[in-house]
T-cell receptor
């Protein structure tokens, strides 16, 4: 059974540009969550999609957006990149129920220069 | 509001000794609790979860966790630590109102030979 796949693994962008990250969940999983992880801030929740609808949203500016497709694959987009957006972005998928665990991808390391 | 606390930023243990990584939680309703481990530059890996039933939960890599309802704790334990257990450990609780996972700040576990 294939795990959660995130692409690309590494990305270098220039300040002001935009970026799109992709996440393919485990087959059968309908929930996809996105997190930003930085050394000083730990795991910060961005948003969660369940069956193509945003179910939860963290406290991030509107520059951060996401979507989920009918096959449960998800993308997140960051516009007008800032240096502070440099981080490891993690995607997690689950069946979506209250007692179900989430499975994480390897992450996308974004560096903004 | 739902919350998770990991009171120790870092735990140091000698190889072969028992280890404990602490987690306390606050949640309304039934708690659904999870432990994850993260190795450097990797995504999080699921270790174990408590849903209901036996207060001692066994998970991957010889880890176990003890659920204590009266103390609202869910401490991670291992009888004999290995150097390879050195990693970052996260505790999480499911928010019953919206299914969102609430994360602790993480505890760095260092096992010394």
């Amino acid at each position: 059974k294939a795990g959660v796949t995130q692409t690309p693994r590494y990305l270098i962008k220039t300040r002001g540009q935009q970026v799109t990250l992709s996440c393919s969940p485990i087959s059968g999983h309908r929930s996809v969550s996105w997190y930003q992880q930085t050394p000083g801030q730990g795991l910060q929740f961005l948003f969660e999609y369940f069956s193509e609808t945003q179910r939860n949203k963290g406290n991030f500016p509107g520059r951060f957006s996401g979507r989920q497709f009918s096959n449960s694959r998800s993308e997140m987009n960051v516009s007008t990149l800032e240096l502070g957006d440099s981080a490891l972005y993690l995607c997690a998928s689950s069946r979506g129920g209250e007692n179900t665990e989430a499975f994480f991808g390897q992450g996308t390391r974004l560096t903004v220069v | 509001a739902q919350s998770v606390a990991q009171p120790e930023d870092q735990v140091n243990v000698a190889e072969g000794n028992p280890l404990t990584v602490k987690c306390t939680y606050s949640v309304s309703g039934n708690p659904y609790l999870f432990w994850y481990v993260q190795y450097p530059n990797r995504g999080l890996q699921f270790l174990l979860k408590y849903i209901t039933g036996d207060n001692l939960v066994k998970g991957s890599y010889g880890f176990e966790a003890e659920f204590n309802k009266s103390q609202t704790s869910f401490h991670l334990k291992k009888p004999s630590a290995l150097v390879s257990d050195s990693a970052l450990y996260f505790c999480a609780v499911r928010d019953n109102s919206n299914y969102q996972l609430i994360w602790g700040a993480g505890t760095k576990l260092i096992i010394k030979p």
